[in-house]
């Protein structure tokens, strides 16, 4: 078997796959799943933080524009 015949192979598997891919991304069975993925974005949270870890997140900027502020007062 030289380079050639070898090569031929690879791309007839790679061919195949492909195909298979194209297949199982097309189904029927997947839509309801993939329909589901796309709406993901829009989905409603009720409330994606809580108060307290909204504050804590917070708190390094308002630290950080305290320091700005109290910088700019003297």
Known sequence: M???TLRGIITGLLLV???ALVCWAYSKRRKPD???AANLPFADE???FSRENEARQDTPRQDRDR???GDRDT
Request: without cysteine; aromatic residues 14%; hydrophobic residues 25%.
């Open 2 to 4: 030289d380079i050639g």
């Open 17 to 19: 796959g492909f195909i």
């Open 34 to 36: 993939f329909d589901e």
């Open 46 to 48: 009720d409330e994606p």
């Open 67 to 69: 320091q700005e502020q």
